[in-house]
T-cell receptor, first 117, second 115 residues
């Protein structure tokens, strides 16, 4: 079974609209971390936001926020007021286990976001 | 902060050549570095985890004699693709982390093309 599922292979959104990128995860470990990365067409991976499994509040970083619903095992990324520069591939990722045991992260298959002018 | 430099950004070489890719953390000490491979329009596939001063841990299915990893210092890890063949052509990307529970910061990647 997939550990990280991103069900939207591609999305088209009008500029200035808010965007929600879906991510569900599967783990039996009570301690884990969730990440979102952005990969523009140039290839580099850009860290956007992090949510720990024990964090009480949803993570926010500027226009990015993570809608963390622990019971549903979902960690959707919300981008407010989308911009043309947001067009990219977005990857959801998870680190399983307590801090220090293993820093490996597992990536989802990604969602390609297209922002339309 | 947290800048990771990867070099070279692009390599084109003949079949049978060995290619070395460097990954450096420029402004922090990286306890762990990771090497990924990415096929076109696909997700990142973890190849190996590298800790300074110890042997790399390879993921299942990754040939350690083919992909040699050396993590000589807390700021440098190298990946050498030995006797590269066209099927090794891919986008290779490294990442480094300051420590546990810290995000991985990625290099800009190396596009390897074997003719």
């Amino acid at each position: 079974a997939q550990k990280i599922t991103q069900t939207q292979p591609g999305m088209f959104v009008q500029e200035k609209e808010a965007v929600t990128l879906d991510c569900t995860y599967d783990t039996s470990d009570p301690s884990y971390g969730l990440f979102w990365y952005k990969q523009p067409s140039s290839g580099e991976m850009i860290f956007l936001i992090y949510q720990g499994s024990y964090d009480q509040q949803n993570a926010t970083e500027g226009r990015y926020s993570l809608n963390f619903q622990k019971a549903r095992k979902s960690a959707n990324l919300v981008i407010s007021a989308s911009q043309l520069g947001d067009s990219a591939m977005y990857f959801c990722a998870m680190r399983e286990g307590p801090m220090g045991r293993d820093d490996k992260i597992i990536f989802g298959k990604g969602t390609r976001l297209h922002i339309l002018p | 902060g947290a800048v990771v430099s990867q070099h070279p950004s692009r390599v084109i070489c003949k079949s049978g050549t060995s290619v070395k890719i460097e990954c450096r953390s420029l402004d922090f000490q990286a306890t762990t570095m990771f090497w990924y491979r990415q096929f076109p329009k696909k997700s990142l596939m973890l190849m190996a985890t590298s800790n300074e001063g110890s042997k790399a841990t390879y993921e299942q299915g990754v040939e350690k004699d083919k992909f040699l990893i050396n993590h000589a210092s807390l700021t440098l890890s190298t990946l050498t693709v030995t006797s590269a063949h066209p099927e090794d052509s891919s986008f290779y990307i490294c990442s480094a982390t300051r420590g546990s529970n810290q995000p991985q910061h990625f290099g800009d990647g190396t596009r390897l093309s074997i003719l």
